[in-house]
């Protein structure tokens, strides 16, 4: 009896098994070839590498934030006060930098973009973790971990022995790398400098948001062109609250939206940003290359993200006067960009003639921050489509392309059903893939299955390969999923047009209505 029991649990349990296995295993992708995940600047950095704890992690800036600006408001609010009198400035300047650069002191880099004073990434995140199964290969296997500080020429020469030591751990012969924002920096300095290596060793690469032709809001701030626009602003606001939890209670993000809206609408939103603007242009060749050499201007790797547009001005602007000073830091800054980001394109496309697979993911739809004067570009926040990209045409945020550019494409196969994007101008058009609605962190599992399809396809995958993952895709937040885009989104009235005026009160008044509502039945 007690065997008839036995066999029947096993019995149950296979044929569990049976119905459950497929499901599993579809979800766990197996690799060809092992995946080095290059990520951003998400590492933990410590005062003190040696001691990797919580105390001691400085890249939360190591202080009370919330305190200190409130401890900074009354002084700093003085001096401005005293500045608009005067017309002096400096004062003003000097308050912020004497309460903004303190919290730094123990992350920042020295004059030579140095990490000399014993911070840096835990040792031990930097060692090859071994996952059980050596042949089911998952992006988060080989995790690429640096001190994503420093500059991409340093790194590089650690990812190369990253990529030699996961070889000989796995037993293969290639690698396969997902490069993520400024982790696309760091494997364009790799095949750089190294590449014969790159061509014998790495199988393919997956440019992720890939920072490596620059960032233009990077660019505006490190060469001091910061304008701010009452339109970008209304947007800004308008996405964030409705979409990005900026205010906690729905209603009021609501109600303050529609009121920046309207107040944009009446041209009274434009009086704050030229008062703004008046006094970003007054005070910051005084205070933006103080703010940046006591902050993120000490990061070569950050610098390797302003782009051609304007690297040179912004290192005329940064270190006027100060060369000697910053020699080391600027002989860096010189190296990454002279021989990686001048004619990274055609290095790119040489190494996909010689053999490396290449693709290209770039999301969209997403109002960038409001205070550079090309704040108006498709984004996700903080990557312009144009230079993620590799040189996509889109339309200006809000916007679609005009009929008559659409009109004089020979081939509208890249044209985006919502008209918002041109792929056709793109290094790799058949390589890139657009995600609409989904900002630049979110890193979710639907994402996943895209690059591990790039990378278990038998040869070089395009955008017109698979039907569930076509060229344009549209993201699902609250389902984690990719739709392909179809047709364009509905169309909004103007701005300018009696429409739109319209729509805006008509906004105001429900918001209002609203909150009072909420209010009341509190």
């Not at 609010?77 to 004497?98: F, P, Q, S, W």
């Not at 895209?450 to 076509?470: A, C, M, R, S």
Request: include cysteine.
């Amino acid at each position: 009896m007690k065997i008839k029991r036995l066999l029947a649990l096993v019995l149950s349990l296979v044929m569990l098994f049976s119905a459950v296995a497929p499901v599993a295993f579809a979800a766990a992708k197996n690799s060809q070839y092992p995946i080095i995940y290059v990520t951003g600047s998400r590492h933990k950095i410590y005062a003190d590498k040696n001691n990797p704890s919580e105390s001691n992690r400085v890249w939360k800036i190591g202080v009370d934030v919330g305190a200190t600006v409130k401890e900074a408001l009354a002084p700093c609010l003085k001096e401005l006060a005293a500045g608009i009198i005067t017309d002096d400035y400096d004062k003003y300047c000097d308050e912020l930098v004497n309460h903004i650069v303190p919290l730094f002191e123990k992350v920042v880099l020295d004059n030579n973009g140095e990490a000399s004073n014993g911070s840096g990434i835990e040792k031990e995140s930097a060692k090859i973790t071994y996952p059980k199964k050596a042949n089911n290969y998952a992006l988060m296997d080989y995790n690429f971990y640096y001190d994503w500080r420093l500059s991409p020429m340093v790194v590089c020469h650690q990812l190369k022995d990253h990529i030699d030591a996961v070889k000989e751990r796995t037993g293969k012969d290639k690698v396969v790398i997902v490069a993520r924002c400024m982790g696309a920096n760091i494997t364009s300095a790799y095949f750089t400098e190294y590449y014969d290596h790159a061509i014998a060793n790495v199988d393919s690469i997956m440019m992720y948001e890939p920072s490596n032709l620059g960032l233009d809001v990077l660019g505006a701030i490190y060469s001091g062109q910061l304008k701010m626009d009452d339109d970008r602003v209304d947007e800004f606001l308008d996405y964030f609250i409705k979409n990005g939890d900026l205010l906690e209670d729905e209603a009021t993000g609501e109600f303050v939206g529609a009121f920046v809206s309207i107040l944009n609408e009446m041209k009274a939103l434009g009086i704050t940003t030229e008062l703004i603007n008046k006094l970003l242009e007054k005070v910051k060749d005084n205070l933006i290359p103080r703010l940046l050499l006591g902050t993120f201007g000490t990061f070569p790797s950050f610098w390797s993200m302003v782009g051609e547009d304007y690297y040179e001005e912004a290192r005329a602007f940064v270190f006027n006067g100060r060369e000697e000073e910053y020699k080391g830091l600027i002989e860096k800054n010189d190296d990454y960009y002279y021989n990686v980001t001048v004619g990274l394109p055609e290095r790119m496309k040489k190494l996909e003639e010689d053999g490396v697979e290449i693709g290209v993911l770039v999301k969209y739809n997403i109002p960038s921050y409001p205070f550079y004067e090309d704040a108006n570009q498709q984004t996700d926040m903080v990557s312009d489509v144009y230079h993620v990209s590799f040189y996509a045409t889109s339309a200006p945020y809000g916007e679609t392309l005009s009929e008559e550019y659409i009109n004089g494409l020979a081939d509208k196969k890249y044209l985006s059903p919502d008209k918002m994007i041109d792929a056709s101008t793109c290094l790799f058009p058949d390589k890139t893939w657009f995600v609409r609605n989904i900002s630049h962190d979110p890193f979710p599992p639907s994402i996943d299955e895209l690059i591990y399809e790039f990378f278990n396809q038998n040869g070089q995958l395009t955008v017109f390969d698979n039907e569930k993952f076509p060229q344009y895709m549209d993201y699902d937040s609250a389902t984690d999923t990719l739709t392909p885009i179809t047709e364009p989104e509905a169309e909004k009235p103007a701005r300018g047009t009696i429409s739109y005026t319209f729509s805006v009160i008509i906004r105001f008044f429900k918001a209002f209505i609203n909150l009072i509502a909420g209010l009341i039945n509190k």
